[in-house]
């Protein structure tokens, strides 16, 4: 089984930072894309910002040139860095990432998520 746990949500006042985290453990061969995702309250989940393996990066444009996706190969970790944070950026945040793992005769290659970290933005 495959595990992702964020942290680093909390409450900022509008302008301010936030560093988020997620760790996946378990019994993992590979972790191919992550991203984060949110939802706010009454809307879909969207997507914020997506890495590849390989380090290629992708935003949604309302967070371009705000916020930072990064990873850390070694320690299963893909972080979000949000600056200049602004109260429509108040939302629950979830970490996915596609995991490839051994199981049984094959290697098989699922999509996990967290269970979500809450950011709000006070104005």
């Known amino acids: 089984q495959v595990q992702l746990v964020e942290s680093g949500g909390g409450l900022v006042q509008a302008g301010g930072s936030l560093r988020l985290s997620c760790a996946a453990s378990?019994?993992?061969?590979?972790?191919?894309?992550m991203g984060w995702y949110r939802q706010a309250p009454g809307k879909q989940r969207e997507l914020v910002a997506r890495?590849?393996?390989?380090?290629?990066?992708g935003y949604a444009d309302s967070v371009k040139g705000r916020f930072t996706i990064s990873r850390d190969n070694a320690k299963n970790t893909v972080y979000l860095q949000m600056n200049s944070l602004q109260p429509e950026d108040t939302a629950d945040y979830y970490c996915?990432?596609?995991?490839?793992?051994?199981?049984?005769?094959?290697?098989?290659?699922?999509?996990?998520w967290g269970q979500g970290t809450q950011v709000a933005v006070s104005s």
């Open positions: 996915n990432a596609g995991v490839t793992y051994f199981s049984s005769h094959y290697y098989v290659t699922d999509d996990y």
């Open positions: 378990g019994s993992i061969f590979k972790i191919n894309a």
């Open positions: 890495i590849t393996s390989g380090g290629s990066t």
